[in-house]
């Protein structure tokens, strides 16, 4: 039986995550849309419908397992037994090591996704997950075709950008930054969080770590504890209401699928780019 690592129940979402691989009793329990039989009503007869926990089993004997899944909650409540998903597997070579690489897949069963995969990386000391930037290999599988192929092609695929991933994360580590650096990276992390809104949060605030293990001043620990600052959220800040009032507010943390990704892929491109300033 797996150990529980966390369970979250927030609006927009429901989410499972262990040290041991999820099986398919704590998947159903908590993120149920993978174990849909057929398609939401809403597909047409062209729609190719295979559950994803066909493509989970599938995966599984090719020595890939889930270590964390999470199901939207759509305001529709009939979409919800085929809502959008996301799973993160990985092999176990990473046990033992601070971070392992992982393959995130996307998906839905109401038309609202094509099978989505995207390489990304565990770090274990604070269960962040982060999802490699633009550079990185993205999959996509419409529901057209001989899908269970596709997919475990397309995470192979992505998998074999992860000697690259890595190497990506070990040359971070070796970057050291500036304080104004780190608080450059904060800034513009910030504007990708809120874009042209105001932000409840100083960069000052999305740098400071919240354990021992995140003081430095590396790219690869300053990203980290960015990452997990603006994704977690739970921050104390201060916001301008409507009427120009200062109101104390605290940060949201990411729960929904599709920011979650699009964030976590802007942010690592961003410290990849801080990356490429610094080493020329």
């Not at 759509?74 to 070579?93: C, Q, T, W, Y």
């Not at 069963?109 to 997950?129: E, I, K, P, W």
Request: overall charge negative; aromatic content about 8%; proline content about 4%.
């Amino acid at each position: 039986m797996y150990h529980q690592l966390a369970t979250r129940f927030g609006r927009n979402s429901h989410q499972i995550g262990g040290y041991e691989p999820l099986d398919n009793e704590a998947l159903y329990r908590h993120v149920p849309s993978i174990f849909a039989r057929e398609a939401h009503d809403s597909r047409s007869e062209r729609y190719v419908y295979v559950p994803t926990i066909d493509i989970v089993e599938g995966l599984r004997r090719e020595g890939w397992f889930p270590f964390f899944a999470v199901q939207s909650v759509p305001r529709d409540g009939s979409r919800h037994g085929h809502a959008k998903h996301m799973l993160r597997l990985r092999r176990d070579e990473g046990i033992g090591k601070p971070e392992a690489a992982e393959v995130i897949i996307v998906n839905s069963h109401d038309g609202t996704s094509a099978y989505q995969m995207f390489a990304g990386m565990l770090r274990f000391v604070c269960t962040n997950s982060m999802i490699a930037g633009e550079r990185f290999e993205e999959v996509r599988v419409p529901h057209k075709g001989n899908i269970e192929h596709d997919i475990i092609e397309g995470v192979y695929t992505v998998a074999e950008d992860f000697p690259r991933l890595i190497d990506a994360s070990e040359t971070m580590k070796e970057v050291r930054l500036s304080e104004d650096e780190q608080r450059l990276l904060g800034e513009v992390s910030l504007v990708a969080r809120y874009g042209d809104d105001e932000s409840p949060l100083t960069p000052e605030q999305i740098i400071e770590p919240r354990r021992y293990e995140d003081r430095g001043n590396s790219l690869w620990s300053t990203f980290n504890v960015i990452q997990e600052n603006v994704i977690g959220g739970g921050l104390s800040g201060r916001k301008r209401n409507a009427e120009g009032r200062i109101r104390r507010s605290r940060s949201r943390p990411i729960n929904g699928i599709d920011q979650n990704v699009t964030l976590n892929r802007a942010l690592w491109t961003l410290a990849e780019g801080m990356q490429r300033l610094k080493t020329g």
